[in-house]
């Protein structure tokens, strides 16, 4: 085979679109981790009602849907946790599905729930949908609605 101009070229332009298309799936699936992982951490600040966590983890704006159809703004939600209102005992997260969309995400998953609701026992398991929002660099739930499945 020779290399002619042509050949080298359409080489080189092959190499640098595999390049920017597998950086490209690669940063998606780096901000995909991000998100998993800011979803595992407001978990985890619901269990420990940690005020401080829950407050960063979620947006000024949030809108937070219960299953039962309450919806709380971000005070009402931080609050109702760290004055103990709810004690989330466990909170197990099962089949998350992601989609990306630019500073945008989606999050599906099905959770069970143990929590003490006004010192009365809880059990539940859910669908949940969150929207989470990149903000300052930082992943910040701004939706979350749960439904009976």
Excluded: C
């Amino acid at each position: 085979m020779s290399f002619n101009r042509r050949v080298v070229t359409f080489a080189g332009v092959l190499t640098f679109a595999a390049s920017t298309r597998s950086s490209r799936l690669f940063a998606q699936s780096n901000d995909e981790a991000a998100v998993l992982a800011a979803v595992e951490a407001l978990s985890k600040a619901m269990l420990a009602a940690d005020r401080a966590q829950l407050e960063a983890l979620v947006a000024e704006q949030l809108s937070y849907g219960h299953s039962g159809g309450t919806i709380q703004t971000k005070t009402q939600f931080v609050d109702v946790i760290a004055n103990k209102q709810t004690i989330y005992k466990s909170i197990v997260i099962a089949e998350p599905m992601t989609v990306l969309a630019g500073n945008d995400a989606i999050v599906r998953h099905v959770a069970a729930v143990e929590a003490d609701v006004d010192a009365k026992p809880v059990s539940a398991k859910i669908g949940v949908l969150q929207v989470w929002i990149k903000q300052d660099g930082r992943w910040k739930l701004l939706a979350r609605q749960a439904f009976k499945s």
